[in-house]
């Protein structure tokens, strides 16, 4: 069970990347500009991209999905995006950046057979993920597949990641932690900087109000750090988020070793682009 679940956060750690570099290529800035939104920051995009697939949703369901934002961050974007572009306008132009970006990094690699091998492998796994109780995940899952097979990849990676995530946030749930609480107690595992998790809107007073409300379930120190017991909080959320997504894994059988070998150059090559972010929420450090 332990070599499956670490099979499991493996392919998180190649299909992460392939998924998230929508976020920061400058391909995506450009088709977001094009739709009329602000690209001084990548937010008023982020959440563009990644709730049009939940149609045109409000600021109540985009913070409960996407978890670990402050509601007044997510406030501050949703619903003024689809005042923007609908979220079928999002959707084709989010699709065009992907294109792109990938057409960028990889060249004329986006149509090789490695490439149409490893989007039909990884289709198959993202058919294979159960979307009960997964929302995100539910609302990639309803769109049509693309012809273009590095587009396809894409699309299985992000209904990966987000089946995984909606998974996380039922791991977190069930740890009894709150949306704060959730990177409180990540950072306090020293997983990155507590000024990465400055990123997701919460003030210095509600960080500080969730570190004792940690403190006082003994998960954190009074210097902010993880007790051993909250040390075995965040193992034991892990833990769970990786047997909650590791059904797809399984479902490919032996060819999912070969999903990894044929996904690896591609992640390689998204991250020596040097978009990503070396030092993420998520714990995930780009590798080179």
Known sequence: MTDDLD?????????????????????????AAALGYATDT??????????APLGAAGATLVTATFYSFSPRMVAAQVPS???????????????????????????DGVSRPEVVEVAELARTAAEAA?????PLAAANADLPWSDEPHL??????????????DGHVAALLTAGLDPCESLVSFAATGAAPV????????????WGAAQDRLAERGWVDDAGMATERGRAGRQEVERLTDELAAAPWRALGGAVGRLAELTAPMTQA?????????????????RS
């Open 195 to 206: 000024e990465v998790f400055a990123s997701r809107g919460w003030t210095d007073q509600e």
């Open 130 to 134: 159960s979307t009960a109780g997964r």
């Open 81 to 107: 995006v689809w005042s923007v572009a609908e979220p079928e306008k999002v959707l084709g132009a989010r699709l065009r950046a992907v294109d792109r970006t990938l057409r960028a990094i990889l060249g």
């Open 42 to 51: 990548r937010w008023p995009s982020y959440f563009a991209w990644r709730s």
């Open 152 to 165: 396809r990849l894409w699309q299985a990676a992000t209904i990966l990641r987000e089946q995984r995530g």
């Open 7 to 31: 099979l499991t956060r493996r392919l998180w750690w190649l299909l992460e990347p392939v998924h998230a570099v929508l976020y920061y290529a400058p391909e995506a800035f450009e088709e």
């Open 270 to 286: 998204i991250v020596k682009t040097g978009l990503l972010s070396r030092q993420s929420t998520l714990g995930i450090a780009p």
